[in-house]
């Protein structure tokens, strides 16, 4: 929830850091009708409104000194180093790589309090928040997960994992699942020698933002007031029906993974745009939802987590497998463990 709520403070900053002043202005007028305790109260909230959304402005432009490291690592010439570096120097190595190929605004984020994003760069109009694992094993779905997070945090269209090495089955699951673009060996050597590579399910997940960047909004949006609300938001079934009929009446391919595709004309007769749609929201909410309780849980030192299922919801054999089975919080299945999914996280204290 607080990373919900920061999400909402950095989209409305602009009225906030507006709300802040006038509240310091009439709590100015009250001190001058004799009200002191109501006015020391009001002038308190506006200033404290006016440093968070001075931070929040800060933050969301990037403008700070520490946020951003000068791209000044090696030179991408060849493939026979990288397995080499350090972590930090293929951050910048992936960088140049960028910038060498047609990226633009590229910048090195600092090591700490970075979200899990290295690079931030931009293309086309569209904007990415890259993750680089240099590696000597394939990279599993923790990066994937961290990337989706990290990737919302800096408010960029797309979010990629970049590593020398290749990805786990559970990486790819999961990038699937949330529309996060994997760049693996291949993608590497491809990009060093300025050759495009075939172009797969990620690598069209790309080009179709372009397309949908104005629709992907709407959703991300509509995402963000869903989870603001708590556990128990309901969806809009209005918003739902507005934005099926803008694909369907722009004939806008969306893309929705093909796996929840095949999974809602398995289940259901006469499937509709609004309801995988909905389906697809309710997922997305669940995930950062549930991503958050981990967060939280391994701020508090939680070492396991038990998976619960809700008891007024059909469950199906995926769910059932796991429910109220105990896990070590490293090594917890990932929730939402299907497309409909009702299961949460209990951390175990």
């Not at 802040?20 to 109501?38: C, T």
């Not at 790589?97 to 970075?114: I, P």
């Not at 790819?172 to 060093?192: C, F, H, Q």
Request: aromatic share 6%.
């Amino acid at each position: 929830m607080l990373h919900c709520l920061r999400i909402l403070i950095r989209q409305h900053s602009k009225l906030i850091l507006i709300g802040g002043i006038i509240v310091v202005i009439i709590s100015l007028l009250v001190f001058s009708v004799g009200a002191e305790p109501l006015g020391s109260v009001l002038f308190l909230i506006g200033i404290a409104a006016i440093i968070v959304a001075v931070r929040a402005i800060r933050k969301s432009k990037n403008i700070s000194s520490d946020s951003i490291a000068p791209i000044n690592g090696p030179t991408p010439e060849s493939a026979t180093d990288y397995d080499t570096m350090d972590g930090h120097e293929f951050e910048q190595y992936c960088a140049k790589l960028l910038k060498e190929n047609g990226f633009s605004n590229v910048e090195v984020t600092s090591g700490s309090g970075d979200h899990g994003v290295d690079v931030l760069a931009e293309r086309d109009g569209i904007t990415y928040a890259v993750q680089c694992k240099r590696q000597s094993s394939n990279v599993g779905n923790k990066a994937v997960q961290e990337i989706f997070s990290g990737k919302d945090f800096y408010k960029r269209h797309i979010g990629v994992v970049f590593t020398n090495q290749y990805f786990t089955a559970a990486a790819k699951e999961a990038a699937e699942r949330t529309g996060i673009v994997l760049w693996d060996r291949d993608k590497l050597n491809s990009m060093i020698e300025a050759k495009p590579i075939a172009r797969d399910a990620h690598s069209v997940t790309e080009t179709t933002h372009a397309k949908t960047s104005k629709l992907s909004k709407q959703v991300d949006s509509m995402i963000g007031r869903i989870v603001s609300q708590g556990r128990a938001a309901r969806i809009s079934k209005k918003d739902v029906l507005e934005i099926a009929a803008f694909i369907d009446d722009n004939g806008v391919d969306f893309p929705f993974p093909n796996e929840l595709s095949n999974h809602m004309r398995e289940n259901r007769n006469n499937v509709r745009t609004a309801d995988i749609l909905e389906v697809y929201i309710r997922y997305q909410k669940n995930l950062v939802m549930e991503q958050e309780t981990l967060v939280k849980a391994r701020k508090l030192r939680v070492k396991k987590v038990k998976i619960r299922t809700c008891e007024d919801v059909r469950v199906c054999d995926v769910c059932k497998k796991h429910a109220n089975k105990i896990y070590n919080i490293d090594k917890a299945p990932q929730i939402p463990l299907c497309w409909e999914c009702r299961c949460y996280y209990e951390p175990q204290v």
